[in-house]
C-alpha cells in the first residue's frame, strides 16, 4: 500500500513538473527568429548563472536587480530553476557559467566529468518538516513514512544521516521531488510525510503549522556553494567576469548584513513568489562574503559519491 502511495505521489509530481516546463518552452517558440538570435548574442557575451527560489540566492538577486552586477563591469544573465537538478544539469551542459548547488551534488558532476570550482560557500541550509496530520514528533516516528528528497544530493545525505541515528521498526522511504514548489505543495496537499526544506519554503511549512523535525546547521554542514566550471579559470575574459561577479556578490552580502533580510521584501516578493506574512516570518540570516567551503564539508561530499 505504500509503496502504491509512493506511485501516485511521483506521477502527481511528474505532471506539475511536465506542466511547468510546457509554459516556457511555449514562450521560448513565440520568439521570432530575430529575437532569438539577439538572445542568443546576449547569452555568449555575459556570464550565465542558474539560481534557485532559496534565500542562500538573495545576494545574488540582489546584486543583479540592483545593478551591482553592471555597476562591477560584467553583465550576469540568471537563469531560473526550481530544481537543483535542472541547475546541475544546466551547467554540465554548459548553458550556464555557473550555478548554486551543493557539494554533494557537485562532486557527482565532477565525478561524471563536470570539472567545478567553488568560490563561494552559501548559508543554505535544510529543515525536515513533518507534517503535522502524521503527528511525528521524534525520529524514529519515521518508520514506514515518505520522506521528500533529491538523489545524490546533501537532502539524500541529510536522510542518512537522520534514519542512521535512529532505529526505525520498518524502512523509511526517500521519494524523489526535485521541484521544490511541488514539494512544498505536496506537503501541504498531505501527500508526503516529510520533506527536506531550504528557506523561504520552510517557513512557509511551518506557518501552516508543520514541524521542524531537524536542522542541517545542528550537524555542523555547510554544504551550499556557487560553482563554476573550472576550465573557465583559463579563459582570461570569463574569469575577468566571475572576479567581478565576485566582488558585486559581496557588496550585496554587506547590504543584506546591514540592513536585513526583511528589508528586501519587494525582491523576495518578485524573485520568491511570497506574500508579505511569509515575508516578516522569515528568520534572521548572515551573509558571508565570497570564500571557499571547509576542508570538512568536501570531505562529506566526496566520500557520499
Same mark, same amino acid.
Given at each position: ?49 542558474? *539560481? ?11 546584486? #543583479? ?14 537563469? !531560473? ?17 555557473? /550555478?548554486? /548547488?551543493?557539494? *554533494?551534488?557537485?562532486?557527482?558532476? &565532477? ?8 568560490? =563561494? ?10 507534517? !503535522? ?7 524514529? &516516528? ?12 546533501? /537532502?539524500? #545525505? ?14 523509511? #522511504? ?8 511541488? +514539494?512544498? !505543495?505536496m506537503l501541504l496537499n498531505n501527500e508526503m510525510d516529510a520533506a527536506w526544506m531550504p528557506e523561504p519554503y520552510a517557513t512557509q511549512a511551518r506557518m501552516a503549522k508543520h514541524v521542524a523535525l531537524a536542522d542541517s546547521r545542528d550537524k555542523n554542514l555547510q554544504l551550499g556553494v556557487?560553482?563554476? !566550471? ?6 582570461? +575574459?570569463?574569469?575577468? &567576469? ?18 536585513? =533580510? ?8 518578485? #524573485? ?34
Amino acid at each position: 500500500m505504500k509503496k502504491f502511495s509512493i506511485m501516485i505521489c511521483l506521477v502527481s509530481a511528474l505532471l506539475l513538473g511536465m506542466a511547468s516546463c510546457g509554459d516556457s518552452q511555449q514562450k521560448r517558440l513565440r520568439l521570432s527568429k530575430q529575437e532569438k538570435a539577439q538572445l542568443d548574442s546576449i547569452d555568449r557575451a555575459s556570464l550565465k548563472v542558474g *539560481v534557485m527560489p532559496t534565500l542562500d540566492c538573495l545576494p545574488v538577486y540582489l546584486a #543583479y536587480e540592483d545593478s551591482i552586477f553592471l555597476k562591477q563591469g560584467v553583465t550576469v544573465h540568471l537563469y !531560473r530553476y526550481n530544481a537543483q537538478m535542472d541547475c546541475d544539469t544546466a551547467i554540465a551542459r554548459k548553458r550556464v557559467e555557473g /550555478t548554486v /548547488t551543493d557539494l *554533494v551534488r557537485a562532486a557527482r558532476l &565532477q565525478k561524471q566529468g563536470t570539472q567545478l570550482f567553488y568560490p =563561494v560557500s552559501t548559508n543554505l541550509y535544510w529543515q525536515l518538516i513533518t507534517n !503535522r496530520k502524521a503527528r511525528i514528533s521524534e525520529l524514529k &516516528q519515521l518508520s514506514d513514512k515518505m520522506i521528500a528528497m533529491t538523489r545524490h544530493s546533501a /537532502t539524500d #545525505y541529510l536522510s542518512t544521516l537522520v534514519i542512521d541515528s535512529v532505529k526505525t521498526k520498518y524502512d523509511v #522511504y526517500r521519494v524523489q521531488i526535485n521541484d521544490l514548489n511541488i +514539494r512544498l !505543495r505536496m506537503l501541504l496537499n498531505n501527500e508526503m510525510d516529510a520533506a527536506w526544506m531550504p528557506e523561504p519554503y520552510a517557513t512557509q511549512a511551518r506557518m501552516a503549522k508543520h514541524v521542524a523535525l531537524a536542522d542541517s546547521r545542528d550537524k555542523n554542514l555547510q554544504l551550499g556553494v556557487i560553482a563554476f !566550471r573550472s576550465k573557465l579559470k583559463a579563459e582570461p +575574459r570569463r574569469k575577468k &567576469q566571475i572576479d567581478r561577479f565576485l566582488k558585486a556578490y559581496d557588496i550585496a552580502v554587506d547590504s543584506i548584513n546591514k540592513n536585513g =533580510v526583511h528589508h528586501y521584501a519587494a525582491l523576495l516578493t518578485k #524573485y520568491y513568489g511570497i506574500d508579505a506574512q511569509t515575508v516578516s516570518n522569515l528568520p534572521k540570516l548572515k551573509y558571508s562574503h565570497a570564500m571557499e567551503p571547509r576542508q570538512r564539508d568536501l570531505k562529506v561530499a566526496d566520500i557520499n559519491n
